[in-house]
């Protein structure tokens, strides 16, 4: 096998490493890191899982259709939106308001910056079982 003697060793310190096949790993790390990071997270808990009631696991269902675009619930990363992730368990809200029912429940119905007004877009049962979800958080 002559063509063996053309593959560079590395590992001993005599023989340079090739720049290309040093950008090709580089490269496939990146885009690994890169998947990895966008999926983001450990596969989706169930309802019981996470020990939701009835209404929360409703208002789970409104969060994954109106407000899981936008934010995660369960990891602390922003998406487009500041993570929900342990809401009201906190003091403030990154906007730096204070973490209550009142504040948020403005911010659900008149929005804010990027974020759309839900006004007339959810019932009060919906808007509710919606609170009531973000409380588990
Ligand atoms: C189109 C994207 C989008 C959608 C959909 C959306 N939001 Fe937001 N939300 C944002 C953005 C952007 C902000 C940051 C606004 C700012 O600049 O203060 C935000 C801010 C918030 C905040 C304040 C968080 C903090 O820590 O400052 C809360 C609470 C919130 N959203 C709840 C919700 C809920 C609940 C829903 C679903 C009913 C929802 N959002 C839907 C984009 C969105």
């Not at 429940?105 to 609170?131: E, H, S, V, Y």
């Amino acid at each position: 096998m002559p063509a063996s003697t053309n593959h560079p060793r590395t590992l001993d310190g005599t023989l340079k490493p090739k720049p290309l096949r040093f950008a090709l790993v580089a490269a496939i790390s990146f885009i690994a890191i890169a998947v990895l990071s966008a999926c983001d997270a450990e596969p989706r808990k169930t309802d019981a899982e996470l020990g939701l009631n009835p209404q929360q696991a409703s208002g789970r269902r409104v969060y994954d259709a109106r407000c899981g675009d936008c934010h995660y619930a369960y990891s602390k990363r922003n998406l487009r939106g500041p993570s929900l992730n342990g809401l009201f368990k906190k003091p403030f809200m990154q906007n730096g308001m204070p973490a209550n029912d009142e504040r948020v429940t403005d911010i659900i119905i008149l929005g804010r910056a990027k974020m759309p007004a839900f006004q007339n877009k959810l019932t009060q049962q919906q808007f509710d079982d919606l609170m009531a979800y973000l409380h588990t958080l």
